[in-house]
């Protein structure tokens, strides 16, 4: 049998509601709720002796405290039913009490069922939109769902004239409590209306039971207490209070205040979700925000184990805090790397915690004790009341982070640069554009200013990779140099690798130095490298954003000189510009430019990029020893076979080279004069091509004020021709 209306229009029909009642007969319904869930899920006897002291802080109460001691307390609840509520209230001190109802037989049996314990308490027949109470005489009107039955209606018009009903019969200083599920329409509705001239307050109340029937509602439950003032404020009085001890928080508009409740529904239909069971493939994310600023503080995300995974019966639940610094890495900045880091923990459910920069974190057990009561909230179902919850970590600390540096481009909005320490001990820098704050957009490792001088002394005499004692202690940021001879993007490396492909001819020629040009400057590691480690060459950058060229000057250690320089424009225009003046070639083009265009499923390059008429214009660049160098980020794999069908009709010898764990390949495209050049294998003299570089790159450190940490062999040994 349905309890509850199957269709909105069924809420505000009077046959429905007396229909409902006479099924139901003497069994109370509590329409969100009874007296001892709304006061904070106490169950203490209503006949203890200090019941009130223990309820009164609870956030139903508080609603009505005011009250209490009034010696003419004049109560209507609004749409009884047959709920206890009321006689709850009674029997904890609210004495004058007025129910009203719109059913016939609930109003006749509650007169019966309290005539004798409850002599003060009525129940009368009435419409709540008409009532026929004098004006200004009742203190407090209590709704208790009937709002959300009225509000059915698509205008609101019945609603409404229920709302201005309990005005008129409310006296100065009265309050309307009404408990909602506050849907959009109802809680709008509500809101606007008392907005002038009323003090509005919304309270969401905690503690939905952890095991959920079928029938119990997902939406949280709120309380929206309306104070009537004798004159208007000057500005409108609307506030939120989160919890049953939660301070309000004042709101600036009507809209921002529906946001808010909106934000809360969401949280408690996710729990809802959680709750009914585990799923590998859905990962929600939640931001924990400072009670206090409002600033994001934890973003928490839960992963669960394949349905397949073996796991020990015990590991049902566990935390996992991501180090500062480290959320952009793999394992916890993507949907794979969080799946493998569930794998290898054990656990049927794991959440994972990311901490925000601009906010201070004591200790570990500081931020355990922080989280604990939130966290418990996304436990799988059937876990053991009594199961300890582990906290998880590595290295047993909180990490680092420090930002450094913050601007706005025109272009992509706010940014960060900020240095933190690395899983291998080193400090790294790196650029963060706050619209996508999970991704890395630049990075270079750092190293001691102090010892930067003295090592480039030794650098001859000892030629060896750094260790993790090289790395710069946490002094001041004067003292971290950005390391010049270490990419950190593996797809940088394989792009140096790849001038293996023009021989060591065109290398070591320094009558016709190697010239570049590459699209996308980023923090300026790449140009940078092939500027102080290729003899000679001469390298052009075009960067659409001026704000990224100032960071790269400021922050990550570019310099620009004659063979180094940098075109402010967009990339596209500037090769079609040098393709129409015909006066310029280049042995090498690189692309290496973001797209801002989410929907697609290629983040690099933007699809203009990779036009038959713009790939042809690069064609026409090139030497006739060129090379193109692409890095493709793509995972729509109709897109991607589409871009290397066009690219192939360009250029007819291409390789490929793919990047263990990440999405990035970069091909190399040679430029041929025809079918016969185009080779099936790889090229046996690279190898030894690349060993030569390598030595190349190495002995032209004299004037580099470092050396250059990468391995060309290894980048050249997973080439694939397309």
């Known amino acids: 049998m349905s309890l509850l209306p199957r269709t909105a229009e069924e809420f505000s029909s009077a046959d429905y509601w007396e229909r409902f009642f006479r099924k139901r007969g003497e069994k109370a319904f509590e329409w969100y709720g009874d007296y001892n869930s709304l006061c904070g899920g106490c169950v203490e006897e209503l006949s203890s002796a200090d019941y009130w002291e223990r309820l009164k802080t609870k956030t139903f109460v508080r609603c009505f405290q005011m009250y209490k001691w009034c010696k003419k307390f004049f109560f209507s609840v609004v749409g009884c039913g047959n709920s206890e509520l009321s006689e709850q209230l009674y029997d904890v001190g609210y004495r004058q009490l007025t129910n009203i109802d719109i059913s016939e037989t609930v109003v006749s049996h ?140 004042r709101l600036a508009s009507v809209l921002e205040l529906l946001s808010a409740v909106k934000e809360r529904q969401a949280y408690n239909l996710m729990l809802h979700k959680l709750r009914g069971g585990t799923d590998a493939g859905s990962t929600p994310s ?57 794998s290898s923990a054990k656990f049927r459910r794991l959440v994972i915690v990311a901490m925000h920069r601009d906010q201070e974190y004591e200790d570990m057990q500081a931020v355990q004790s922080e989280l604990s009561p939130m966290v418990m909230e996304l436990a799988p179902p059937g876990m053991p009341a009594n199961q300890q919850v582990p906290f998880l970590s590595v290295g047993g600390d909180l990490g680092w982070r420090e930002v450094i540096g913050r601007g706005v481009s025109a272009l992509t909005g706010e940014y960060s640069v900020e240095d933190v320490r690395g899983e291998d001990g080193h400090l790294y820098r790196r650029l963060i554009f706050m619209n996508n704050p999970q991704l890395v957009q630049s990075e270079s490792r750092l190293r001691s200013a102090a010892t930067a001088s003295s090592a480039h002394k030794k650098k001859n005499k000892k030629k060896s990779k750094p260790s993790v004692s090289d790395a710069p202690a946490l002094t001041g940021v004067k003292d971290r140099i950005v390391d010049r001879g270490f990419l950190c993007c593996t797809h940088h490396e394989v792009m140096v690798a790849g001038l293996a492909m023009l021989g060591m001819d065109a290398i070591n020629n320094k009558d016709h130095p190697v010239s ?20 000679c060459a001469r390298v052009e950058v075009v960067e659409l954003d001026p704000a990224v060229l100032e960071v790269a000057q400021t922050w990550f250690g570019f310099q620009t000189d004659e063979r180094l320089n940098v075109t402010l424009g967009d990339g596209l225009e500037r090769i079609k510009t040098l393709a129409s003046e015909g006066e310029r070639s280049f042995d090498v083009i690189m692309f290496d430019v973001d797209s801002k265009d989410t929907t697609l499923g290629m983040s690099c390059p933007p699809s203009a990029f990779v036009e038959t008429s713009l790939l042809k214009k690069v064609y026409s660049l090139l030497t006739p020893r060129g090379l193109f160098m692409l890095n493709l980020v793509c995972r729509d794999s109709a897109l991607r076979k589409s871009v290397l069908e066009r690219v192939q009709a360009v250029f007819t010898c291409v390789f490929s080279r793919g990047i263990e764990g990440e999405v990035n390949e970069v091909l190399l495209c040679c430029r041929s004069s025809g079918e016969e050049h185009k080779p099936h294998t790889i090229p046996s003299t690279l190898q030894q091509t690349a060993r030569d570089l390598q030595k190349t790159l190495r002995a032209n450190t004299q004037t580099a004020p470092c050396v250059p940490q990468i391995d060309i062999t290894a980048m050249l040994n997973d080439l694939k021709v397309i």
Not at 516 to 535: E, I, M
């Open 286 to 342: 939640l931001t924990l925000c400072h009670a206090a600023t409002g600033r994001p503080r934890y973003t928490l995300t839960v992963q669960d184990s394949l349905p397949s995974a073996k796991l020990p019966r015990s590991n049902h639940f566990a935390i996992f805090i991501v180090p500062q610094g480290r959320e952009s890495d793999w394992l916890y900045g993507s949907a794979e790397g969080r799946t493998q880091l569930a």
């Open 516 to 535: 570049v040009l590459l699209v996308g400057l980023g923090g300026g590691g790449l140009p940078q490298f092939v500027h102080d480690f290729v003899p």
């Open 110 to 249: 509650m007169n019966q069922r309290n005539a004798e314990h409850r002599p003060d308490m009525t129940f009368q027949q009435l419409d709540a939109t008409q009532t026929g109470f004098e004006s200004g005489s009742f203190q407090a009107a209590l709704d208790k769902g009937t709002l959300d039955a009225m509000a059915s209606e698509e205008d609101g018009a019945l609603a409404g004239r229920m709302l201005a009903e309990v005005g008129r019969v409310l006296a100065v200083g009265g309050r309307y409590v009404c408990v909602t599920l506050a849907q959009e329409h109802v809680i709008k509705l509500a809101v606007e209306h008392f907005a002038q001239g009323w003090a509005v307050r919304i309270h969401c109340l905690s503690g939905q039971q952890k095991e959920e029937s079928d029938s119990s509602f997902a939406l949280p439950v709120f309380v929206l207490v309306c104070t009537k003032f004798r004159q208007a404020p000057p500005f409108a009085v609307l506030e939120l209070c989160q919890g049953e001890d939660g301070a309000p928080t």
